[in-house]
């Protein structure tokens, strides 16, 4: 594989991840942090950045997606994808980019609601974009991804060369324990399980480019993520640091994207909210066209489904919810996706056993797991089992009772085989 192409697909991962929440989160969170921010910072990049660039790395290791549930029953690594794919696709990933890049990127130029012909629009650029997927590299890694860097890098330098205000003294949790708040809070972006959706995308786009030996591809996959943890690591930092210095135009700010929009307002007068504007579209439009591009590299490769049909659903589901259900759409799919990151996770995690009878039992004992975590985010664990969870199970506080007892079940059956070589795991 050519460097330069090395290069750009790790820039098209880069673009892929990078939806509006990856933009509007850190703000808020340097704000909260102030002094301590490079604590917290540390903790958000290990979360936030470090699962989903080892998921791409595992993902490689493995030469495809699906390989992650080749171990399990057939119908049951089917449904995994399906849900994983619908969820954070066409049910609550797209709808939602479509919505905020409208709401933070047209709907301050207009008076009356231009959600729809906006939609339409959107959708169909996502569509063409999507419709090719040997030419995602050409489209987004080596034109819309340079644009939007050098976008970002107009926000980043003003803050660095010239910060609003000192940095306070930080808030909440960051007071007492800034690492675990910027671990819990990267954990919380889900991008891990975003990962696992866009390794369609990236294996395929590796293979297409000249890697062909799983080694190769494997070497090619690591220094992908690479790329893609180096420039969104810059990109938390650099908007991390933005939040942290931008006191005076964050009061009242209850999530980033109002502090965003303060800062370039201030910053760069008339043509802030422009700069806003190309940097929130061109956002969006890179993680839903990847997320199309994912739906339909699965559906081509399980169900042999046409990839310009199965996108062509996708979009025009996308558009339907994003103007008349998204948050009856959210409020049904947000456990499904809570639910399914740990899950995910805990499948990266036991991608190297051998065993597809242990492989199983991690998924289901992290889906019991994360179904307790998912109730305990959402606010719907009953008090009394909340306060004995507190007290007895560990990493409840922060969202990841599921980590151990995945753990647990795999050192034991590593522990079993090796006490019983000749059994069959």
Excluded at 103 to 121: K, N, Q, R, S, Y
Excluded at 218 to 225: E, K, L, N
Excluded at 295 to 324: D, H, R, S
Aim: aromatic share 10%; net charge positive; glycine share 8%.
């Amino acid at each position: 594989m050519k460097k330069y192409d090395l290069l750009a697909t790790g820039m098209m991962t880069f673009a892929l991840f990078l939806g509006a929440g990856n933009i509007i989160f850190p703000p808020l969170l340097g704000l909260q942090a102030g002094t301590a921010l490079p604590f917290a910072m540390l903790g958000f990049l290990l979360t936030a950045v470090g699962l989903p660039a080892l998921t791409l790395i595992v993902l490689g290791r493995l030469n495809s997606s699906a390989a992650l549930t080749s171990k399990l029953p057939l119908w049951i690594g089917t449904a995994f994808w399906v849900l994983l794919l619908t969820a954070v696709g066409p049910a609550f990933g797209m709808p939602r980019a479509v919505t905020v890049a409208y709401e933070m990127g047209i709907a301050p130029f207009f008076t009356t609601d231009m959600l729809l012909p906006f939609t339409v629009v959107f959708c169909i650029l996502t569509y063409l974009l999507a419709y090719k997927p040997g030419k995602l590299v050409d489209y987004i890694g080596k034109i819309i991804t340079p644009v939007l860097i050098l976008m970002l890098a107009a926000l980043a330098l003003s803050a660095i060369i010239n910060p609003l205000d000192a940095i306070q003294l930080p808030s909440g949790d960051y007071q007492s324990k800034p690492l675990v708040s910027g671990l819990i809070q990267g954990y919380m972006t889900m991008d891990a399980i975003a990962a696992v959706g866009f390794g369609w995308v990236v294996i395929q786009t590796i293979s297409s480019r000249g890697a062909s030996t799983p080694k190769q591809i494997a070497h090619a996959a690591t220094r992908v993520a690479i790329i893609y943890a180096v420039l969104m690591s810059v990109c938390y930092i650099a908007m991390g640091y933005m939040g942290a210095t931008s006191t005076s135009v964050a009061a009242n700010a209850t999530h980033g994207g109002v502090i965003l929009a303060n800062y370039v307002a201030v910053t760069f007068g008339a043509y802030g909210q422009w700069l806003l504007a190309g940097i929130i579209i061109l956002a969006c439009l890179t993680t839903t066209v990847g997320l199309t591009n994912a739906c339909a590299e699965y559906c081509q490769q399980t169900f042999k489904a046409p990839v310009p049909f199965t996108a062509a659903i996708v979009v025009t589901l996308t558009g339907v919810i994003a103007n008349f259900g998204l948050e009856q759409i959210i409020a049904a799919s947000l456990p499904a996706i809570l639910v399914l990151c740990p899950v995910a996770l805990s499948l990266v995690i036991a991608s190297q056993q051998k065993s597809g009878q242990t492989t199983l039992m991690v998924m289901l004992t992290t889906l019991i797991f994360g179904i307790v975590d998912a109730l305990n985010i959402l606010g719907k664990m009953p008090e009394g089992w909340n306060t004995v969870f507190q007290d007895s199970l560990p990493l409840y506080n922060a969202h990841a009772s599921w980590l151990l007892p995945c753990a647990l079940v795999m050192v034991t059956a590593v522990a079993k085989r090796r006490l019983t070589p000749a059994a069959a795991y």
